[in-house]
């Protein structure tokens, strides 16, 4: 029974045991008039109380937890994908625990070859979906506490807290080769880590962005400041 329903029917029970004390009281001052009389009516008020109580509490609706418990959505496998916007945010936090712990942390530019020519040749909307796609497939290759977003001129950038250069650069390897097995398109990576590249956000960026230029320049799946990984 619904809720409403169930609240609904507690006054009425509350009426009937009123109507029925106030006519057994009646019934007892007539049967056993004086002392006797008053500590029978005493006896059944309190029982009366007592059943009434354990009646109000049975149909009273059970209580629910919160709805947003009962909501709350399960962690996904794969990585974040953040606006541009979060995903500068996030950076300063992973990149202030990075400098607090003294651990590894390392920026990935993922970009699309030859993206002016896809846009020239497939138009500016398929292109996109082909970052889209592009940005699935690396949620997917990725951890749950990495993170990713969408960028102009269909690059992406990927944050990888906890992750040393070496690492970054194998990461950097399974997207290229990801790509152009499901995908059919070659992407590049421009890798720069903390605290090996720069130590603000704004030069971890800067730093992946020219080692991305490098990756084109060369034709290598992965490059950094330090070299060609």
């Not at 990935?108 to 970052?131: F, M």
Request: hydrophobic share 50%.
């Amino acid at each position: 029974m619904a809720p409403m329903q169930e609240a609904s029917r507690v006054p009425l029970v509350q009426a009937l045991l009123a109507a029925w004390l106030v006519l057994a009281g009646v019934a007892i001052g007539q049967i056993a008039p004086g002392v006797v009389g008053y500590a029978f009516a005493a006896i059944l008020l309190a029982c009366t109380v007592l059943v009434a109580g354990a009646i109000i509490l049975a149909q009273s609706p059970t209580r629910r937890p919160r709805a947003a418990r009962a909501t709350r959505s399960t962690a996904s496998p794969y990585a974040q994908l953040l606006s541009p916007e979060q995903f500068a945010r996030v950076l300063e936090v992973e990149l202030s625990r990075a400098r607090r712990h003294e651990h590894p942390l390392s920026l990935l530019e993922i970009g699309i070859d030859e993206w002016p020519a896809l846009v020239a040749q497939r138009g500016r909307a398929a292109a996109a979906r082909k970052q889209d796609d592009l940005a699935t497939d690396v949620q997917r290759l990725l951890r749950d506490a990495d993170y990713v977003t969408r960028q102009e001129n269909g690059t992406l950038a990927l944050l990888l807290p906890e992750t040393a250069p070496d690492g970054a650069a194998a990461v950097a390897l399974k997207i290229h080769e990801s790509a152009r097995a499901h995908l059919h398109v070659t992407v590049r990576s421009g890798l720069a880590a903390f605290p090996r590249d720069a130590l603000s956000g704004d030069g971890l960026v800067r730093e992946a962005e020219a080692a991305l230029e490098l990756a084109t320049l060369h034709h290598v799946p992965c490059a950094s400041s330090a070299g060609l990984d």
